[in-house]
């Protein structure tokens, strides 16, 4: 299995609080990305890295942002979460830009109260 | 939205043979055929990828119609732990940081 780590696995947190999730990998892969899953929508982007610095919008980034300061971790950060972030995150990371497998982390499982 | 149409959900008995199609009728003539699989409350997991000829590996076989228009999944002996939301992905323009993922098959393997 691909070494990925996603934490923490579980939150449970307050509207309008700030919440941080993280990816870490252990692969040295250069394409880093975020999902989230919700029931009847199946996977989402929500953003995506291509480098160190270098990220950009998925189809759900709103109320979402990233960072990648070094190549082993990107930070998924909701600045004042809501109830309709409640959610399951996934973390994913590639070699390569094209035709690549996606590896995926175990998710975060993500409660807004 | 997703450029694929798969089927909601099928059953399969275990040690048979599970088929799940997949239409892409839009592919373009660089675009993969992609396919994952999401056991419940796991990451989702490779399976496969193709461009136009059939490939398999350890886990599955795909068979991609001539025209590109259509594709099957073939697990060729089904074991219960093959339940789960399979899904099949064309990957689109911009490269595979845009990867997008359907709804995909919810295949139910019965003892």
């Known amino acids: 299995d691909a070494g990925i780590t996603q934490s923490p696995r579980h939150k449970v947190t307050e509207t309008g609080t700030p919440v941080t999730l993280r990816c870490h990998q252990t692969e040295n892969h250069r394409y880093m990305y975020w999902y989230r899953q919700d029931p009847g929508h199946g996977l989402r982007l929500i953003h995506y890295s291509y480098g160190v610095k270098d990220t950009d919008k998925g189809e759900v980034s709103d109320g979402y942002s990233v960072s990648r300061s070094k190549t082993e971790d990107f930070l998924l950060t909701l600045e004042s979460a809501t109830s309709s972030q409640t959610s399951v995150y996934f973390c994913?990371?590639?070699?390569?830009?094209?035709?690549?497998?996606?590896?995926f982390g175990s998710g975060t499982q993500l409660s807004v109260l | 939205d997703a450029k694929t149409t798969q089927p909601p959900s099928m059953d399969c008995a275990e040690g048979r043979a599970a088929n799940l199609p997949c239409n892409h009728s839009?592919?373009?003539?660089?675009?993969?055929v992609y396919w994952y699989r999401q056991i419940h409350s796991q990451g989702p997991q490779y399976i496969i990828h193709g461009l136009k000829n059939n490939e398999t590996n350890e886990m599955a076989s795909l068979i991609i119609t001539e025209d590109r228009k259509s594709s099957t999944l073939i697990l060729p002996h089904a074991t219960l732990r093959d339940t789960a939301v399979y899904y099949c992905?064309?990957?689109?323009?911009?490269?595979?940081?845009?990867?997008?993922f359907g709804k995909g098959t919810k295949l139910t393997v019965n003892p």
């Open positions: 992905i064309v990957r689109t323009e911009g490269g595979s940081e845009k990867l997008v």
């Open positions: 994913a990371i590639s070699a390569v830009q094209s035709n690549e497998k996606l590896f």
């Open positions: 839009t592919i373009s003539g660089n675009e993969y």
